[in-house]
């Protein structure tokens, strides 16, 4: 029982350490990268308290090191799916009673853990089986899932202590519990604090979870799962799995206990879930909540009045940072033709400067996309580039799997705004851009909103602010997270909830209340002290 009214520590955001040549966090970093790389994982099934190995295992391998044995996962079969659901909702019993004080001390106590004794571990698994550079890492799997845990302990008080006004003689209140059944959270290989935060927020909320990680991220999901134990999190409240997705979904959506998906992934996946859970909603015992984050064709639109060398570096940064390999990826640029030749010479400036290679090597700027099935449909995309008429390829394009699965930056050149490249997600380091006419400004803003299905992140670059209220106006529907004079990544928990609309997904905000709250039903009560005793109203006389 809770005897008193609870603060959390006030949340600020993890500091971001610069790994400079020579430091000592570079060398505690580097030297925890070739500890692991000299070791096999053995990855299991975590459900409840066992670790559980199939004996039917995918081998793993760095993308930018493809010879290079790092060990195996074990998959699910479907008796295992069904016993991580058993699992979750026996679990649910104790996790869903426990005070929320305890359930925040949890995620409080991971957090520091993380910043902590796992920063090495859980950044140095990131670079090595996801192919990030030691900044990508360091502001992803450490800083982020760190600001995660624990704004969403901040978050979480909020919303408990968000309660109704009472009238004389009546107490209202407000209780905010866990959701019936159990939660699906699906996590893509891109953001390692994205693959945390699914599974943790709902259950921080105090629901249970079955967790299925991206193949390509099992490697760091294992030390997600060190973190959780080792803070105390109980058996059974996050339950990792494995294996044929297909399989997976259907038993987990099929079931009557069903309550809900935090999804991270492609578009096309999560329609496929809204069908397949409304072809089941005669299963269910209640309404699921579907909160997903899908795809992006992320744009950066330019003004004649913007300057040439901030343009460049966005467009450096925000299109070729992870390889591109990021939902808010710069993905389609519209340029003033008056710019176009100062920003072509400084873009290519910026990016021939750029060295590619192991991410052990912390000079390299880009890595290795993650696995073969991206690397050939981003090729594939390339070469087509240079063959087609309305499209030139005029940086980079050069690429080779022979070690990894390297891909130089490259920009493509189209004179169609419709072109393939300028409307398709391609998810890797290919920047598509179309040039305009100075005065068709106004018209390209139109262009810009409605060439992509997609509304996840955008950005524009103007001195004039008319012109910065205008487009900001304009393009209202076209980016839920939307940017001024700055590329359109690098989203700070606490600082910008992140989401997008249209086919982009749900817009429910990771990293803030607004996500939260899918993660709970609220119980309004009424007690009235001094009830009445006559049915009759005054109106009666």
């Not at 400079?20 to 505690?28: C, I, M, R």
């Not at 909320?205 to 973190?227: C, D, F, H």
Request: proline share 5%.
């Amino acid at each position: 029982m809770s005897n008193g009214f609870y603060k959390v520590p006030k949340a600020v955001n993890e500091p971001v350490r610069s790994y400079k040549p020579g430091s000592d966090e570079q060398k505690s970093l580097l030297a925890m990268y070739k500890k692991l790389y000299a070791q096999k994982a053995d990855i299991p099934l975590y459900i409840g308290a066992e670790e559980i190995r199939t004996g039917k295992t995918v081998s793993m391998h760095p993308p930018h090191d493809i010879k290079h044995d790092l060990g195996v996962f074990h998959q699910a079969e479907k008796e295992h799916v069904e016993k991580a659901v058993e699992t979750a909702l026996e679990a649910r019993n104790k996790w869903s009673a426990t005070p929320w004080q305890d359930r925040a001390a949890i995620f409080l106590k991971a957090a520091e853990l993380l910043a902590g004794p796992y920063r090495d571990k859980l950044n140095a698994a990131t670079m090595i089986a996801q192919s990030k550079n030691v900044f990508q890492a360091e502001i992803d799997s450490a800083c982020e899932l760190i600001d995660f845990f624990k704004f969403n302990a901040e978050f979480m008080t909020d919303i408990y202590q968000n309660q109704p006004e009472s009238a004389p003689g009546i107490w209202n209140r407000s209780e905010y519990r866990a959701l019936e059944g159990f939660v699906y959270a699906i996590t893509p290989f891109n953001f390692t604090s994205i693959a945390g935060n699914l599974p943790a927020s709902p259950a921080m909320m105090g629901n249970v979870v079955i967790w299925k990680p991206a193949r390509t991220q099992m490697y760091s999901a294992q030390v997600i799962m060190e973190i959780f134990k080792e803070a105390g999190l109980p058996d059974g409240v996050i339950n990792m799995i494995t294996g044929r997705s297909s399989m997976i979904t259907e038993v987990v959506m099929k079931h009557p206990e069903f309550a809900g998906v935090h999804f991270t992934g492609s578009t096309q996946v999560f329609k496929s879930f809204w069908k397949l859970i409304g072809n089941n909603m005669e299963t269910y015992k209640y309404y699921p909540r579907i909160v997903g984050e899908t795809g992006g064709k992320d744009f950066v639109w330019v003004h004649p009045s913007a300057k040439v060398r901030e343009v460049a570096t966005a467009l450096s940064r925000g299109a070729f940072e992870y390889q591109g390999q990021k939902c808010s990826a710069a993905s389609r640029a519209y340029i003033p033709k008056s710019m176009w030749h100062d920003l072509r010479n400084e873009l290519e400036s910026d990016l021939n400067s750029m060295k590619m290679g192991s991410p052990e090597d912390t000079s390299n700027f880009i890595n290795a996309v993650i696995d073969q099935a991206s690397f050939e449909n981003l090729t594939g995309f390339i070469d087509n580039a240079k063959k087609d008429e309305d499209a030139e390829v005029i940086i980079g394009g050069e690429y080779s799997d022979k070690v990894g699965y390297f891909i130089r930056p490259t920009v493509i050149l189209t004179e169609n705004p419709h072109y393939i490249t300028m409307e398709e997600e391609l998810f890797g380091p290919v920047l598509t851009i179309y040039v305009y006419e100075d005065n068709k400004w106004e018209e390209t803003l139109d262009l810009v909103n409605n060439t992509s299905p997609y509304a996840l992140t955008g950005a524009i670059f103007s001195q004039d602010r008319y012109v910065i209220d205008l487009a900001t106006k304009k393009l209202v529907d076209a980016a839920g997270n939307f940017y001024i004079n700055d590329k359109p990544t690098g989203a700070v928990v606490g600082q910008q909830p992140f989401g997008g609309a249209r086919g982009s997904g749900t817009n429910d905000k990771a990293g803030s209340v607004w996500n939260l709250l899918r993660w709970v039903n609220t119980r309004t009560i009424k007690e009235t002290f001094d009830p009445p005793k006559d049915y009759r109203y005054p109106f009666l006389g």
